[in-house]
């Protein structure tokens, strides 16, 4: 599936970038989507637009359709919850100097007394033909959460393992041991051991 145009204009400064936009298959984004969240739903036709802050900018938008029949016992209590991007832009890699997009990718919900509400569930890019994907729990802020909570057990060679690794994919600054230390402080401070 690709996009289709609305409000765009087209000029010297995002004529490369609208081109590239219209290029983008969805197909495999959503495919991830779907899997990534155990879920059977079909999604609307991504829309194009553009815009300008200081500097033109170039987004492509795309939602779901309604998936509350399957949220389970929570459905009771939803008007609406829909996979939709919250965040993106198309833009040129600084490394390739290439277009490419990134799309934060959110569930968002509506409770029938009207709160809504979202969470991220992925975040994707799309250079030079291919998807690559960061599903939220592979990411270094989700490693920190699992840090924290494990940070005052004697952990097995597993766990020591796996958060290198997981650091490593983030930043290659972090090192096992410093995540060790913030992790540990952090848990430490928050339950009072620190002040």
Sequence with gaps: MFATMKNVTVDNDNAELVDFAKSVDFTALFDHIKSFAGIACGFK??????????HSIVSISFTSEDITAQTGSLAAILKQCIICSFNNS?????????????????????????????????????????????????SVSQFFILAIRRCCCNEDEFFRKRRARIAGYGDERITEEGISSVASRTYRQSSGCLS
């Design 45 to 54: 036709q991504p829309t194009i637009t553009t815009g300008w802050v200081n």
């Design 90 to 138: 198309v833009y040129l890699d600084k490394e390739t100097g290439e277009p490419a997009y990134w799309v934060r990718v959110h569930i968002q919900y509506e409770h029938k007394t009207d709160g809504a509400y979202g969470m991220e569930m992925c975040q994707a890019w799309y250079k030079n033909g291919a998807w690559e994907f960061l599903n939220t729990g592979d």
